[in-house]
């Protein structure tokens, strides 16, 4: 199986009391350290995606109890061998799932920052975004695509975020726009051509 990747494009609308309603109590403990109201909304959303992506991809209707594997990332006591992993930005949330380990990650197109550029990207790259005719979408391409590989191997952000790309063998790594103005990479073991990508109203 290839990696499926739910999305929620519309998580400004979601009401953030009746979505509580709807995960977990681990869950609501960790929406309510997020001070914004979007924040709320979109980590709510990418819960509610992973409950559909269960039962859709899997007919789990139950998540049941949880554990937790290499660099703290969690996995169904139950399905071991269901991988998971989720994203959100203001506005959109989104949900990977496959049967080997995934990466995704996805973030708004902001003003670039020089300083933010200098420390994440290595030369070439950043010769690659200055000279870009759309510099800002050109470094989310390549920002989004080492959080990505970096959330697959279960590393999280690292120091050498400038060379993270350069050691990605053997991963496939894909770059899409699911709205304007919005970056998504998805990073997996599995080749990936085409993913299946599933939009869902989390409202619903």
């Not at 199986?1 to 609501?28: H, K, W, Y």
């Not at 203001?90 to 902001?110: H, I, K, T």
């Not at 391409?141 to 697959?152: N, P, Q, S, Y």
Request: negative net charge.
């Amino acid at each position: 199986m290839a990696p499926v990747v739910f999305i929620d494009s519309g998580t400004c609308l979601l009401n953030v009391e009746q979505a509580m309603q709807r995960v977990s109590a681990q869950r609501r403990e960790q929406v309510m350290r997020l001070r914004r109201v979007e924040d709320r909304q979109a980590a709510l959303a990418a819960w509610l995606l992973l409950q559909r992506a269960l039962q859709q991809c899997y007919g789990i209707a139950e998540m049941g109890q949880w554990k937790f594997g290499a660099g703290g990332k969690p996995f169904l006591a139950s399905c071991p061998h269901i991988h998971f992993n989720l994203s959100h930005t203001a506005g959109v949330a989104v949900c990977a799932v496959d049967e080997a380990p995934v990466g995704v990650d996805v973030e708004r197109v902001v003003p670039l920052d020089p300083d933010v550029l200098a420390c994440t990207m290595n030369c070439d790259e950043q010769t690659s975004i200055t000279a870009s005719g759309h510099p800002e979408e050109t470094f989310m391409h390549l920002w989004t695509r080492k959080e990505a590989l970096l959330k697959l191997t279960g590393h999280g952000l690292t120091d050498d975020l400038p060379a993270a790309l350069t050691g990605a063998h053997g991963v496939a790594l894909h770059t899409f726009s699911p709205v304007q103005g919005v970056i998504c990479s998805l990073a997996s073991h599995h080749p990936i051509i085409a993913p299946e990508i599933i939009h869902i109203d989390t409202r619903m």
